[in-house]
């Protein structure tokens, strides 16, 4: 790990920039609701000084939990490591703090996932994502966590590709500007309609889905297609009308 430094307004001379890493575990609770989801805790599990170090502790974890309750283990959805600056304030672009510089996602047995080296500052933006790193498929069942709940989905559509991203900055003729939230999948939730939840946050479904879920995820889908291709109708009505 290499400190960068910054200039102190004071004059007082430059101080450190370090890199750390924050790793937490995403648990859920045991009672599964009746829409197929589970209620969500994070757990701070340690800070680190490297990725190396943040994988270390976090396998060391796993097998402990193992080796102590398979019932515990279970209740483990993934784990979470936030990359993160010391001595860093506002960013530039946005005059706000940037909450991270990157996240790293591992499935329950500690394998990482998916690495989204993006931050939400919009000071590393997201320039399409490597088809070999899109886990999932248009059609899979997956899971979605946030905002302290993990919600049972179907995908609808994946993550922009670095590929199309660079043809269509070429049809453009410039950047587009997107930042971390457009490295997102498009997902189906029963009873919510759809989400855009960033990949970092899907993981592969595990476990039993019932019927009544699946029902209530495909009704969501159908749903929109019926409201977007009633939208669509209008549009076309109105282009219509003003063409005559």
Same mark, same amino acid.
Request: with cysteine; aromatic share 14%.
């Given at each position: ?25 995403? #648990? ?56 993160? #600056? ?159």
């Amino acid at each position: 790990m290499v400190p960068m430094e910054y200039e102190n307004t004071d004059g007082k001379g430059k101080h450190p920039i370090m890199q750390v890493f924050e790793l937490k575990a995403i #648990t859920k609770s045991s009672n599964k609701r009746s829409d197929g989801s589970y209620k969500a805790h994070e757990q701070e599990l340690g800070v680190f000084d490297s990725v190396e170090n943040a994988e270390a502790f976090m396998k060391l974890f796993i097998d402990k939990v193992k080796r102590y309750s398979e019932r515990w283990y279970f209740e483990y959805h993934c784990f979470v490591i936030y990359e993160k #600056t010391l001595n860093r304030g506002l960013s530039a672009k946005w005059e706000s703090v940037c909450e991270f510089e990157g996240v790293r996602s591992y499935l329950p047995d500690g394998t990482l996932y998916c690495d989204s080296p993006y931050d939400d500052a919009c000071e590393k933006p997201f320039r399409g994502r490597s088809a070999e790193t899109i886990k999932l498929k248009v059609g899979d069942l997956a899971w979605c966590w946030w905002c302290g709940e993990i919600h049972p989905c179907l995908v609808a559509a994946l993550p922009m590709t670095d590929a199309y991203y660079q043809e269509c900055v070429q049809h453009c003729g410039e950047e587009l500007g997107l930042d971390y939230s457009d490295d997102s999948y498009t997902v189906y939730i029963g009873g919510y309609g759809h989400d855009h939840p960033t990949c970092w946050r899907c993981m592969p479904y595990y476990g039993k889905i019932s019927k009544r879920c699946l029902q209530r995820i495909y009704a969501s889908k159908r749903r929109e297609e019926t409201e977007n291709e009633k939208w669509r109708r209008e549009q076309e009505k109105m282009q219509t009308e003003q063409a005559e």
